[in-house]
């Protein structure tokens, strides 16, 4: 009898500990590695299409998670882009607009919440590597912003005081008189980047230190934001992948791209988190066309990087998240980068500031629960303070608006070609369903659908205005952070 209430209490005490072990497990917070390249296009990936090169750590990437088809960018240039994955918000909400310059003194609020300063309250341990571009004065960098760490540059690449390949300006020009290109880590300059064989180095110095973010903060809940430099031109490429691809220097770029992206994978592999880590991979807008084979593709959808239509703004999404997101799914419903905060202060208990952010928690989109619609509609926003677009459901209305076309013989080796300024001279109605590349204006056959958008239009107007109609903003425009 004895032996056996020993038997029963060793029993008990053995299940209690399992349940312990297994609560505690569930609630360990997730790593979050978030991968953000500049001007590749929605084709520029395997799975979504690429040719002339291979992706196949992002494919497996794909294969082991989920892939989104209608997912955009905050905005289809490169800080307001960035702004808006970063707060939650559409940038020109917090006056961030377009590319900031190395003569602009504004940059982002320090009244804006991101993404680091809340999982830092989490506990995590936060990094931030590669290109910044939210405003370069100390006060504006990431440390300031909620990251433990920083490297990188503190804008795109081309903005040194050398020409698209490299060369000096001989006869003055916009970008003669910047300043060589600063190479920062933490709030430092530790070095400058002079030539194109600088820029070869970046890609893999980004991953290299991202690695060893990995490999000293295993232990503990941590936040990798990596925005990598490429492939925005100047194109960089290591000899590890010059050559390679049978696209060019723009199919190498990506390769290294791929590589970088396995890199880091296999750092949480062999770190024993993988498992326990949110893997993403996007991208900051669509390609920058005129570049011609330095550019990427925009997947058959319509123009590129800085115009409204769908190759400016919608991008490739990669989610893994192992036991959580299902493999090898994809997703069609709509979704935006400003929906990643939200998201994650979902899954980790994230506290929200008390600013209105624009952003939507997509946690039952991870989960596969596709009856679900978080994000009913966007808005497409564009400079200043122009509503280009709108879209809700299958349906985007286009607004009255100009923009720079890319309908001209594309420049090559670098060199970039003219574009055509163009006009959208009344509304225009498309099917995302049955046109994703925008080429058949249904606005004749479908009133009540234009009578539905233009009420979402109406209601982004009023919050947050609209240039095109001679509105400079909205009731919910706030400060840009200024010096």
């Known amino acids: 009898m004895k032996t056996t209430c020993l038997l029963m209490c060793f029993i008990l005490v053995f299940f209690l500990s399992s349940c312990t072990k297994q609560e505690s497990k569930s609630d360990i917070l997730p790593n979050i590695v978030l991968v953000f390249i500049d001007d590749m296009g929605y084709g520029d990936v395997g799975v979504y299409g690429a040719t002339g090169f291979q992706t196949p750590n992002l494919d497996k990437l794909a294969s082991q998670g989920m892939r989104f088809t209608n997912f955009y960018s905050a905005q289809p240039v490169c800080s307001a882009s960035r702004a808006g994955i970063l707060t939650g918000c559409y940038p020109n909400r917090i006056g961030i607009t377009g590319a900031l310059f190395p003569y ?216 893994k998240w192992a036991g959580h997101v299902e493999e090898g799914v994809i997703c069609n419903k709509l979704a935006c980068a400003i929906d990643l905060l939200p998201t994650f202060a979902e899954i980790t208990g994230g506290q929200l500031s008390e600013n209105k952010i624009d952003g939507v928690s997509i946690l039952e989109l991870f989960k596969g629960n596709f009856n679900a619609e978080p994000r009913k509609e966007l808005w497409y926003y564009y400079g200043t303070n122009n509503l280009n677009a709108v879209r809700k459901g299958n349906w985007k209305l286009l607004l009255p608006h100009t923009w720079a076309s890319y309908n001209m013989p594309p420049g090559q080796d670098g060199i970039g070609g003219p574009r055509k300024n163009m006009k959208v001279e009344e509304p225009e ?55």
Do not use: C
């Not at 000293?216 to 809940?221: H, V």
């Not at 990598?228 to 049978?246: A, C, N, Q, T, W």
């Not at 539905?452 to 609209?466: I, N, P, S, T, Y």
């Open 429 to 483: 109605l498309y099917n995302m369903m049955r046109d994703p590349g925008e080429q058949y204006n249904v606005i004749e056959q479908h009133p009540d659908i234009v009578e539905e958008l233009m009420k979402v239009a109406e209601k982004a107007r009023a919050e947050l205005g609209d240039l095109n109609v001679g509105l400079e903003k909205g009731s919910g425009n706030r400060e840009v952070g200024k010096l």
């Open 104 to 319: 602009n003194e504004i940059g982002i609020n320090p009244n804006e919440l991101t993404i680091a300063e809340m999982l830092k309250e989490k506990g995590y341990a936060t990094a931030a590597i590669g290109k910044w571009h939210l405003g370069h004065h100390k006060k504006f960098l990431p440390l300031q912003n909620g990251f433990d760490e920083y490297l990188g540059l503190p804008y795109s690449n081309d903005m040194w005081p050398f020409n698209d390949v490299g060369q000096p300006f001989e006869n003055g020009g916009f970008r003669a008189g910047f300043p060589n290109l600063p190479l920062i880590e933490g709030n430092e300059k530790i070095d400058e980047i002079n030539s194109l064989e600088d820029q070869d180095k970046l890609t893999t110095l980004y991953t290299e230190k991202a690695v060893d973010f990995i490999n000293r903060n295993a232990g503990t809940p941590f936040f990798l934001y990596v925005p990598h430099s490429m492939g925005h031109i100047p194109l960089g490429v290591s000899d590890k992948f010059r050559g390679k691809s049978e696209q060019g220097k723009y199919g190498d770029v990506m390769m290294e791209i791929d590589w970088s992206v396995g890199q880091i994978i296999q750092a949480l592999k062999d770190n024993g988190v993988e498992d326990n880590t949110i893997i993403i991979f996007t991208t900051d807008n669509g390609p920058w066309l005129n570049y011609g084979n330095h550019a990427g593709s925009a997947g058959g959808l319509r123009e590129g990087k800085t115009t409204s239509w769908e190759g400016g703004q919608r991008v490739p999404f990669i989610i």
